[in-house]
């Protein structure tokens, strides 16, 4: 090859700039996640184990002059769980994708749809290529306390009350769970400086027989007492008071068992309320009770009030509560009705009195 010398040798080579402009453009428009049981899904009421269907609408803008085809794809908290490929030709056009999945993992999550998922196509407008919703996965179960009835219905002291608790699952799973039965009551015992004359110990006693727990609560104690509580008969208390300020508002620890006995050497004090948690066969068993989706089941338990020399506290109105899944141990559809309270009044048995005086003359002749 000959090269040949030219005069100008910087005239030979023209540059010129080319501008392409973006032709496409893809947008996700709606995301509707529906499914079986609820076709116009309502996000709480997802269960684990469920199949869902996610439906996405892709508007498709193509300047282009030739068609093509893009990645749609569904994540689960950036999880890719599936992935679609969409054909499409010149023009504009709608395009509806479907995914299907079964939720496998309980609790809130975000369901999101990216269509350019790889983003391989350069757009007018990359920031509307996604789409997401929030779901909220339970594991199916939704225990409830539907109600409670007492037998007899007018009990008075000394009586045992069979307590009836009916608990159902409205979940659609299957499951157990634990069950508390709970008697709630006001009562009146108060304690003054006074009643310490002659540096005397006082023993106040409270006890529901059979309770498995029991607890008093304080609404005042006087700085400067000191009061000891004491489950039953066990020489070690689970808690001592010895105040140096004004106490208000104040549970006792629980006390195992049935009694519970506050100690005061001296100060001032006003109990009002004590609590005690019922037996029942389950718990005595430390078993949970099963039950299978849309079913329910009653539960028996016992507010024993045979012991008169306790009147004065069982006496009145006792708020009966009983608690399913009391620890929310248990995802559930609806947590607001796990408890019910029901009241029932205990009247007095006996009435003592005096319904004659006789004097004999000391001395009187027969």
């Known amino acids: 090859m000959t090269l040949i010398p030219e005069l100008n040798e910087t005239n030979n080579q023209r540059n010129i700039q080319v501008y392409v402009r973006k032709s496409r453009d893809f947008s996700l428009t709606s995301l509707v996640s ?26 498709i803008t193509n300047f282009a002059n030739c068609g093509g085809k893009t990645d749609v794809c569904l994540f689960m908290d950036d999880d890719l769980l599936d992935k679609a490929t969409v054909v499409f030709s010149k023009g504009n ?3 509806h994708v479907e995914f299907d999945l079964t939720v496998d993992k309980a609790g809130n999550h975000s369901l ?36 409670i009835t007492f037998k007899p219905s007018e009990p008075l002291i000394g009586d045992i009350i ?23 009551k006001s009562i009146e015992l108060k304690r003054t400086r006074e009643d310490y004359s002659g540096g005397r110990t006082i023993n106040d006693v409270i006890r529901i027989p059979e309770a498995l727990k029991i607890r008093v609560h304080f609404s005042y104690i ?61 718990m005595l068993a430390n078993e949970t009770v099963n039950l299978s989706a849309g079913t329910s089941t009653n539960i028996p338990s016992v507010l ?19 608690k399913v899944d009391p620890y929310n141990q248990v995802d559930e559809l609806n947590e607001t009705n796990n408890a019910r309270t029901v009241q029932i009044d205990v009247n007095p048995s ?5 319904t004659n005086i006789y004097f004999e003359p000391e001395g009187a002749c027969s």
Request: one cysteine or more.
């Open 304 to 322: 024993n009030l045979t012991s008169q020399e306790f009147g004065w506290a069982i006496n009145g109105t006792h708020n009966i509560t009983v």
């Open 162 to 184: 069979e307590i009836n608790a009916t608990i159902a699952n409205f979940g659609n799973r299957g499951g157990s769970t634990i069950i508390e039965f709970y008697d709630n």
């Open 93 to 95: 056009e709608t395009k």
């Open 222 to 282: 006087a700085a400067g007492s000191y009061i000891k509580i004491y489950e039953g008969d066990n020489p070690i208390p689970i808690a001592v008071y010895n105040t140096l300020s004004d106490i208000s508002d104040n549970w006792t620890e629980w006390c195992d068992g049935d009694t519970i006995r506050i100690e005061s050497h001296f100060g001032e004090f006003t109990v009002d309320r004590y609590e005690a948690m019922l037996p029942y066969e389950a």
């Open 34 to 59: 529906y499914s079986i049981k609820w076709r116009d899904l309502n996000t709480s009421h997802i269960f684990l184990g469920e199949k869902l269907f996610v439906n996405v609408s892709l508007n």
């Open 350 to 354: 006996l009435d003592f009195a005096v």
């Open 112 to 147: 999101k749809v990216c269509v350019d998922c790889n983003d391989t196509v350069k757009e007018f407008n990359e920031t509307n290529n996604c789409r997401s919703i929030n779901i909220c996965v339970h594991k199916g179960n939704d225990f409830a306390v539907t109600n």
